[in-house]
Each structure stands twice: as C-alpha cells, then as structure tokens.
C-alpha cells in the first residue's frame, strides 16, 4: 500500500491530505499566500539520487572539517572547517555560521532558512533539526525537532526535499 502525500497544518501541527486546503482538525487554513517575501513552501513529490558510494569514492574528504555534497547533481555544496554551522538559506544578523543553500535550489525544495544545525563531537558530528517547516531525515528516519544525532561519514541527510550527504574524515 502506496502512503498518500501529506502536509502538516502551521497551527496544530497535525497531519492533513496534501490536497486539503483547510486543516480537517482545527480548520486554520493550509494554502499559502505571497506575502511579499518568500518563506518556506511544503513540499510533496519523488527525487533521482545519486549513489552514495560513487560519491564517497569521487569526494575529496578533509581530515579536519567535512564535505557536504548533493545527492541530487553530486557537486559539492561545501567543505567546512568550523566547530558548528547551519545547512539553510541565507540569513542576516544571525551569529552562526550559515551554509547558504540557496545556489542549489532550496528554497524551491522546501528548506528553511534556519533548518539543521550541525556541530563537531569527539566522536565525528552530530545534527539537530532547527524546528524545520518541512523536516529533516537522517538516513530516511525523520528527526524530532531539537535534538541532536550523532552522523558517520556518508550518511544522508534530507531537509526539505533536499538531499546531501555528509563526509567526514576519521571514520568511513
């Protein structure tokens, strides 16, 4: 059995039909407006992915930092030598280090601009969920908003309908 597309109601936070138009829970309205700037958008729909291990054997992988890569086109979105960054959307007067996902098409892939804060343990790195409108997955297991989860290298991120993979040196 085939799961049908879903969207999460902004006000109650519960799950409606991707068609619904008003929330069938607490009837606040689902369809968004132009309001002059561009938030967010929920997304529903399938993508082509590139092999994970032709990726890791192609990636130039830092000993000091991490790669992160499209899964999508395979290029690689950035290599990062700090503690602690946010994978998003360009953000201003924020303090964290943000990687600006917007070259890649995030914004029309449903990622947030504040969406996964990822930061260097003693073992390896760990992400957390930044309370995303559309959610992110790890390795295809949805994350409970503010909570970190330690990642290895090559593993797969989804934010949005967005998808990359982490590769760090020290482990495989």
Known sequence: MTALPEIFCPVCKLKN???ATVCVHCQSPLQTHNTGHRTTQRMAGSTQLFDTDELQKNATIPDDGIVILSQE???EIAVVKKDKFVLGRLVEN???TIIDLSPF???GLGVSRLHVLV???KAGYEISDMDSTNGTWLN???LVPNKFYPITSGS???MGK???IALFGGQK
């Open 119 to 121: 930061r260097k343990t």
């Open 140 to 142: 295809d297991e949805q």
């Open 17 to 19: 039909e991707a068609t």
């Open 156 to 158: 797969n991120i989804r």
């Open 105 to 107: 098409g995030a914004y």
């Open 73 to 75: 086109s395979g290029q």
């Open 162 to 164: 967005m998808y990359v």
């Open 94 to 96: 924020v303090e964290e």
